[in-house]
């Protein structure tokens, strides 16, 4: 058992959210409320993990010019920064909240990391590599990080024995997927572009998951919204539903949930305890605005109410 953890994000931003009743493309759109704050899935993750109790430690690349909000963000939450910090500014995002729930992102590239800003960071994760066993690598990459360099970072940590808990899309996702992470959570759109089919059952998502678990990942989570989580480890699968909830935004759901998996198996909690806590928690970050941990009773409440089942068995070839 563990409360150390690090969490990655390699393209951090700034959210701009706005919430209108409906998004008009094509001419004028009128936000009713807006926030900006410090995001990115690797720092949604963090705040989360923080929240739980984690003794949390954050780095990726930050821009010097526009840090302030990170730093209080980390200052909040009890985290260590060890983010490299370099020139420029670091990207905002847009994301459009409809009143039914319907979440438009307008994400821009990020900022530009040289070889010098590469090789600092590769001397971090090292060092931190020393006296932690769980690393969680979320979100996009930026412009000066590769695929395949993402990918061998996640291969180095893998050769040292750590656990690292692997989130992202594209090009990204699948190079990384052939370095050994130790765990993903693709959603199903995710999983359908990595298998270049479509994906309409959860059958058929368990078939393509079960494609991925060739690679020797030992940890394959599909999340499916409303539908809940199906977790397949060591060829079995268990599916976690939760209880229909009254959506306000599906902002940092996905993250949430890489939280509650994360924070389910430094704690030792056995399968089903483990899957039923982080699906409750994910479905409970949709009922509010903004990432974290609200109500520790209501998170509890709503564990009690996830429907828990097997749903069969995959043999891994040897091949």
Same mark, same amino acid.
């Given at each position: ?174 190079? %990384? ?5 130790? #765990? +993903?959570?693709?959603?199903? =759109?995710?999983?359908? @572009?990595? &298998? *270049? ?94 990432? %974290? ?5 209501? #998170? +509890?409440?709503?564990?009690? =109410?996830?429907?828990? @089942?097997? &749903? *069969? ?7």
């Amino acid at each position: 058992m563990t409360t150390k953890v690090v969490t990655i994000t390699l393209n951090p931003a700034l959210d701009l959210t706005g919430s209108l009743d409906t998004l008009n493309v094509g001419t004028v759109s009128l936000v009713k409320q807006g926030s900006l704050h410090a995001a990115g899935k690797g720092v949604n993750v963090a705040k989360v993990l923080s929240d739980l109790g984690a003794d949390v430690t954050v780095t990726g690349f930050l821009g010097k010019d526009n840090q302030e909000m990170f730093c209080q963000l980390f200052e909040e939450m009890g985290a260590h920064d060890e983010f490299i910090r370099i020139q420029g500014s670091t990207r905002i995002n847009v994301k459009l909240v409809e009143a039914s729930g319907e979440v438009s992102d307008i994400n821009f590239p990020g900022i530009n990391v040289t070889n010098e800003d590469i090789a600092a960071f590769e001397a971090t994760l090292l060092r931190l590599a020393q006296d932690h066993d769980y690393f969680v690598l979320a979100g996009s990459l930026p412009t000066g990080v590769s695929p395949s360099l993402c990918a061998s970072w996640i291969e180095k940590l893998h050769s040292l024995g750590k656990r690292v808990l692997f989130d992202s899309s594209r090009d990204a996702l699948a190079a %990384g997927l052939n370095a050994h992470p130790w #765990l +993903i959570k693709p959603n199903d =759109e995710e999983l359908s @572009q990595f &298998v *270049g089919r479509e994906l309409v059952t959860p059958e058929e998502c368990r078939t393509a998951a079960a494609e991925l678990a060739e690679k020797g990942i030992e940890n394959i989570v599909v999340s499916m919204g409303a539908n809940g989580t199906m977790w397949l480890n060591q060829g079995q699968w268990l599916h976690a539903k939760p209880p229909r909830m009254s959506v306000v935004s599906t902002v940092g759901a996905g993250d949430t949930l890489v939280a509650g998996l994360c924070w389910g198996h430094m704690q030792n909690m056995d399968k089903e305890s483990l899957i039923t806590f982080a699906t409750a928690l994910s479905a409970l970050a949709v009922t509010q605005v903004g990432v %974290g941990v609200t109500s520790e009773t209501q #998170l +509890i409440t709503l564990q009690k =109410e996830i429907q828990l @089942q097997p &749903v *069969g068995t995959f043999e891994v070839s040897n091949k």
